[in-house]
T-cell receptor, first 115, second 110 residues
């Protein structure tokens, strides 16, 4: 297992288009997280899944954003009607629930540029 | 989430120890102290975490003040590869998300 994988690594899209990103977590990890990071800032939490259930969503996740994890394995993050303000690095992370604070493993991210 | 305060930037010479401070005066009794780092063009990477006692692992040591209102991440012998942004994060038990601040940008001088 090579860790958390995100595709594509880079995406350039025109304003108003829809985009979808994919995250493949570490295989035995039951928790999956999405974060967004803009230049000079730390990552901001968007949402997380335990298995296929989406358990928490940030207020940052507007109606144009939707995330799924249909079989409790890979996840997709879709942004509809993209805006220039959506330009950011989108990071996925996964972890294994062990009943205490556990480490999250991050992917390298998908960099979105909306032109 | 309780807030952490870190210096914006620090410099250190290669092969010398580095002490990265973090203040968290509003920490609650169930908050764990986590450290992550982010190398250029990479996602964040877990470094270490602790609750009350000092912790050591292969990457670093974490020294936690007795009143838990501050902590220090110690890199024992900095290398150029340790140049990164270091984030100090408080995470309550059962709180699944990590709340990142702006971190400390560590520069290693050859």
């Amino acid at each position: 297992d090579t860790g958390v994988s995100q595709n594509p690594r880079h995406k350039i899209t025109k304003r108003g288009q829809n985009v979808t990103f994919r995250c493949d977590p570490i295989s035995e990890h039951n928790r999956l997280y999405w974060y967004r990071q803009t230049l000079g800032q730390g990552p901001e939490f968007l949402t997380y899944f335990q298995n296929e259930a989406q358990l928490e969503k940030s207020r940052l996740l507007s109606d144009r954003f939707s995330a799924e994890r249909p079989k409790g394995s890979f996840s997709t993050l879709e942004i509809q009607r993209t805006e220039q303000g959506d330009s950011a690095m989108y990071l996925c992370a996964s972890s294994l629930e062990r009943g205490e604070n556990t480490e999250a493993f991050f992917g390298q991210g998908t960099r979105l540029t909306v032109v | 989430d309780a807030k952490t305060t870190q210096p914006n930037s620090m410099e250190s010479n290669e092969e010398e120890p580095v002490h990265l401070p973090c203040n968290h005066s509003t920490i609650s009794g169930t908050d764990y102290i986590h450290w992550y780092r982010q190398l250029p063009s990479q996602g964040p990477e877990y470094v270490i975490h602790g609750l009350t006692s000092n912790v050591n692992n292969r990457m670093a040591s974490l020294a936690i003040a007795e009143d838990r209102k501050s902590s220090t991440l110690i890199l024992h012998r900095a290398t150029l590869r340790d140049a990164a942004v270091y984030y100090c994060i408080l995470r309550g038990f059962g709180n699944e998300k990590l709340t990142f601040g702006t971190g400390t940008r560590l520069t290693i001088i050859p």
